[in-house]
């Protein structure tokens, strides 16, 4: 008994307020493969006192990425506190947004920090935005860099397929159930 | 046309990450009736990594509540940055995934601090718990207190109703669209 489905699709998340970066990837063994990426911004309601507003789209919006790419698993960054507290109000509250629309659409949501996430893709924990992008673009084979939120967002996704791995060759080793697997991805296995 | 119709049903809400009150309270002319309060738990799934679970019980448990009681509005304390920064990020999350409910059930949403709330409610802006408590109880004729994350959730219910109230005779006195209602209330209008 496999520990996920192979082929699996993963849908990471980069959750932002503003903007929140998607990316989508299938897995098959050692091949990864591009499926799609993009933004859902909400800077059209982004005026005082319009948080609902701006919360429902990223609800809606994730939503409908879900259907339209019915991913197996999501991958959502863990944000960290700002040094505006105020920032972070606003981001925890758009995470919770994120969160809520993957786990009302069923999905398993395996949580990452953007120090695993960069390690995974770039080998590197302080690798930058630009090595992000270009070590995105490299792993999936695409035309062009991504942009900035969506490579993030794919790094997510990247990350997850990895961690899937490192799980599935533990649980090989040492029978289903066992393993040192990292925590976030076993939550994410709970549905 | 009316502002809003009466008489109205509302739903306050107190977010938490570990207890969510809310309150139901029915508006009609004067008169305040309680119709239900309660709080949703997370606390089942309060280890470390399980947020996801606990804001779907947050999600669900609310939808639920919208459900069962149907109300046309709600209102949804404004929380304020906390000493610990990680806190404020997991109770931003919390209040991501209650408004998300009441947003995706197509309910209007209106924000009140707790200061606004304690003004109505008390007439006092530094009331504390119990007084709240009291308050609640007197003003909705209950035969005992509320505990105090219902007493929270019934306070911005009926901050909302009396808000509504000024907002009503705003717009007959100066005709509809106009008044200088407050910014939250007027947000909460718009679907």
Redesign the interface.
């Known amino acids: 008994m496999p520990i996920y489905p192979e082929p699996m699709r993963i849908l990471g998340i980069d959750p932002g307020l503003r903007t929140t970066g998607f990316g989508v990837i299938d897995v098959d063994g050692q091949t990864l493969r591009y499926v799609a990426s993009g933004t859902i911004s909400t800077t059209r309601h982004i005026e005082?006192?319009?948080?609902?507003?701006r919360?429902?789209i990223?609800?809606d919006g994730l939503r409908e990425v879900v259907t339209r790419y019915e991913p197996d698993a999501a991958a959502v960054e863990i944000?960290?506190?700002?040094v505006n507290?105020?920032s972070?109000?606003?981001?925890?509250?758009?995470?919770?947004?994120c969160?809520?629309?993957?786990?009302?659409s069923g999905l398993p949501?395996a949580?990452y920090t953007a120090l695993q996430m960069k390690q995974a893709v770039a080998g590197y924990g302080r690798a930058d935005k630009a090595q992000i992008q270009e070590m995105v673009r490299r792993l999936l084979t695409l035309p062009g860099l991504p942009g900035p939120d969506a490579a993030d967002a794919l790094g997510l996704a990247i990350t997850h397929a990895h961690a899937g791995k490192a799980m599935a060759r533990l649980a090989q080793a040492e029978g289903l159930g066992g393993g040192q697997g990292t925590?976030?991805y076993?939550?994410?296995r709970?549905r």
């Open positions: 005082n006192g319009q948080l609902p507003a919360l429902k990223l609800f944000v960290f506190v700002n507290p105020q972070t109000l606003l981001l925890g509250q758009a995470r919770g947004a969160i809520t629309a993957l786990v009302h949501v949580e925590a976030s076993r939550d994410g709970s």
